[in-house]
């Protein structure tokens, strides 16, 4: 897809200003000797990312041809509206508002409280937790969706968490992560996470989302939609 000269422009500026883009990995963590970022990445380093981390295309959605790219992905794989959600690792709750402006409610959890405080003033109709997302202090088998975007690779034991993120659900519930491996070598392969998911999962579709108008640009890494209905 083709993206306006005027988006083009933005995401450019947006591109040279940081050397990351989507799952944005915080600025102030210095690479491990390989050159990854890898989990144990501490609340505090996330708070300090809060007020710049809608700024990329893809976080803060302020572009309405993402926006609306996001708002398609997502209404295509959740089921529909009324529903509930747990957004889990939830940020600056930018996909809660998508999904509230499109009818859904939206639960927010996240151990960065400078995130969550920006979440509850972008959507102050949902209810939003300070909380490990390891640990979801959230209700069992009451969420029609677990949606969590580009936090499970984060986690020290991303199995251990899905299986508590599956107790979330309702029998029919549906978990849709947003997971990628970046090019500076952190995050999760597609084939990691199916793993991961297969441990606790039957059904599990991937869809490679290789589109730049998720990003708002053209980007060297694996990103994917993971779905898993059953
Ligand atoms: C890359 S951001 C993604 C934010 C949001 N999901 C989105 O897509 O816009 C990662 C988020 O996960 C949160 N996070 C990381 N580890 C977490 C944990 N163990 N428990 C709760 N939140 C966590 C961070 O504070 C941050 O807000």
Known sequence: MILGHALQERLDTSTRRSAFSVARQPTSLPPTSDGAYHPGMSKEVWDAEAASFDEEPDHGLAHEGIRAAWGDLLLGVLPSAPARVADLGCGTGTLARLLVDNGYTVDGLD?????????????????????????????SGSYDVVLCRH?????????????RWVRLLKADGVVVLIEGRWHTGGGLTAANAEQIVRTVRKSVEVQHLTDPVYWGKELPDERYLLVSVA
């Open 111 to 139: 151990f960065s409280t400078a995130m969550i405080e920006r979440a509850k003033t972008k959507v102050p109709e949902s209810r939003f937790v300070v909380g490990d997302a390891s640990y979801p202090d959230l209700e």
């Open 151 to 163: 936090v499970l690779w984060a986690l020290p034991d991303p199995v251990e968490a899905l299986g």
